[in-house]
């Protein structure tokens, strides 16, 4: 019985390492599933890191970087592509998450937490790009029944 105090003992002094996702990690992220999945994964880093109000500034800034690009796609000529605006969506929210919480998890990293796995941010950077034409796809499709 001793034994498996000690050993509760032993789990209670080492708990698991923290993870996090790099700003390189929401780059790829935010490329994917869309500025609202680099909002989620900067908010999950807040949280994680103890840091609860910034949650929602990581969340007006995907809104917002999403009314930008949104705003700016008319302007651009028939033949461009898209994929620059997307580019640069995922490159504001990495410099985000870069500056705002880099270095905080380069502390915790170095004090032996952990960085969350390549393919658990392309798994949800997929999960939010499937969830984003859906909703796209949805509103399509309501357009059409409404305006017949």
Known sequence: ME?????????????????YY????????????ST???AYL????????????QVKGAYI????????????????????SNTGIAFI??????QYARQAQGKAIADRLAAG??????WTVAGIGLL?????????VAVMFGYQLVSK
Do not use: Y
């Open 3 to 19: 034994s498996g105090t000690v050993m509760n003992d032993q789990a209670s002094a080492n708990p698991a390492p923290l993870r």
């Open 36 to 38: 609202i999945c680099g």
């Open 113 to 118: 937490d952990a960085l969350r796995s390549w």
């Open 61 to 80: 800034l995907g809104v917002g970087l999403v009314a930008a690009a949104v705003g700016i796609d008319p302007l651009l000529p028939p033949h461009a």
């Open 128 to 136: 939010f790009m499937v969830a984003v034409l859906a909703v796209v």
């Open 89 to 94: 969506c995922a490159a504001v929210f990495a």
């Open 42 to 53: 900067v908010a999950q880093n807040f949280k994680t890191l103890g840091r609860p109000k």
């Open 22 to 33: 790099s700003w390189r990690q929401i780059l790829l992220g935010t490329f994917l599933g």
